[in-house]
């Protein structure tokens, strides 16, 4: 763990793109800019692989297998993403000035999970949670209902059954990934809106 904190401040301050891979995940991984880390977690935004602002993402430190930096992979990336900047798609959520308003929040009385927790439910914000929730590596996409001591309850949307409207009820501990501000949750966000917005705070 000592070793990853410190590839996640070497990040920080060299603000290096980096792949960032996840227990008993070989292969794939997650490619962002690392903004800042607390005890347990670290806020990322996220990359995707046309070099487009895709999140912020907060990971359980204790989920992650390794960071790495300075790859032929990252490499490419560097130049993709600034095409995306040359191009004017780089930054098509606003996801930078989310960031900024992210990290002046005072996240020493809160993590910085149930900081963006937090900042999703009070602006009804759609975000995508992942991690040991039911099943270990399910993924849900939806909105919090309501906030609890130690967890939230958790309407999701199954794009492929809209007239159900699921929810469960998800520990804190469970979740190892968080993300908003995203292509995926600005789809389902516009789903919501389009087939359920009686359901939506």
């Known amino acids: ?22 227990k008993g995940t070989n292969e794939q991984f997650s490619v962002g800019y ?18 487009e602002l895709d999140g912020l993402v907060v990971f359980r430190k204790a989920s992650l297998a390794k960071v790495v930096m300075g790859t032929d992979y990252l490499k490419s990336m560097t130049t993709i993403v600034s095409l995306a900047q040359q191009r004017g798609y780089f930054d098509v959520w606003n996801t930078e000035r989310l960031a900024a308003k992210f990290l002046k ?16 439910f009070k602006h009804d914000q759609v975000i995508q949670l992942s991690g040991r929730i039911k099943k270990h590596g399910d993924s849900y996409t ?6 609890h001591k130690k967890y939230l309850e958790f309407n999701y949307v199954d794009t492929f059954e809209l007239e159900k409207r699921p929810q ?3 520990r804190y501990a469970e979740i190892d990934e968080a993300s908003l501000h995203s292509f995926e949750t600005f789809n389902i966000t516009a789903v919501i809106e ?8």
């Open 168 to 170: 469960i009820a998800v």
């Open 34 to 51: 690392i903004l800042q880390q607390d005890e347990k977690f670290v806020l990322v935004e996220a990359i995707n692989v046309d070099g």
């Open 1 to 22: 763990m000592s070793a990853i904190r410190d590839d996640l401040a070497k990040a920080i301050k060299n603000k290096h793109l980096v792949e960032i891979y996840s």
């Open 142 to 147: 939806g909105f919090i209902h309501s906030e």
């Open 105 to 120: 929040k005072d996240t020493k009385k809160h993590s910085l999970l149930k900081t963006l927790l937090k900042q999703a």
């Open 194 to 201: 389009s087939y359920m917005p009686g359901d939506f705070h």
